[in-house]
């Protein structure tokens, strides 16, 4: 559909992945080197900056696998979910994935027990395929990262700087996916659609007391009930230091964009100091 079309070369240009006369820019091609959705190619990109590239290759080939979460037979949902919490990490889905990949990956490292990955996978509710196929993912963009010679930092998980590297790369890619909770009830309007939508069933924030008030989402979906998936915590000041400001200006007015105008406000005067010093 034309609108479509319009709205993929629009998202593109928010990425700065296309140049003033509608062609891929140099960063373009180099995202389109990538085998994943614009969002995480920029994501991916803007890790090699932020020096979190082992991190981010481990979300991008965990959200780019199916879900890893097993749908839990009736009546075990709540062991499923005790379970799951051993991974959780507080700041949000994104580590969280991280940390089940790690734990995967350390299971079937052990030789003293084959096939112990299977058995690993079933006593936490979590699907071997999914994370086997994450695991060929990363390796495979792994090469591609090599081939096209861009740095690969070492992995530093758990930092505090670490995980604000993180955050950052990520919103670099997906601050078109950003909500917040309107009413402390965990009912996210968007940003760019003002569609109201919950956490998803899987997210280590459900059915928690601590309900974070700005999120980043992987993405929204109508057929789960109008939900948004792989979720994690983000503080508007990173947003408004992140956020390209032409997308920023065309976004719906909403209460949401009135507060993060007035971050923005705060901000600027440092960021202009720091624009004069580039």
Known sequence: APESLMQALE????????D???NLSEFGIIMSEFPLD????????????????DEMLTIAAMVTAPSCFLHAPPGTEEIARSCWRR?????GDHFTLINVFNAFKAATANPTHPGNSEKWCCDYFLSCSALSMAEMIRA???????RIELPISEPDFGSE???LSIKKALLSGYFMHVARDVDGSGNYLMLTHKQVAQLHPFSSYYSTRRIPEWVLFHEFSISEGNSIRVVSEISPHLFAE??????FSNLPPSESKDI???VINHLAPVSATEEEQK
């Open 161 to 163: 700087a670490n995980l």
């Open 87 to 91: 991974f959780s990490h507080p700041a």
């Open 38 to 53: 614009p969002q995480l190619s920029k994501s991916l990109l803007a890790s090699c900056e932020f020096e979190c590239v």
């Open 260 to 262: 993060l105008q007035e």
């Open 11 to 18: 998202d593109l240009d928010y990425l700065a992945a296309l």
């Open 20 to 22: 003033n006369d509608g």
């Open 140 to 146: 495979e963009l792994v090469e591609i990262m090599k």
């Open 242 to 247: 992140l956020v390209p400001q032409y997308y």
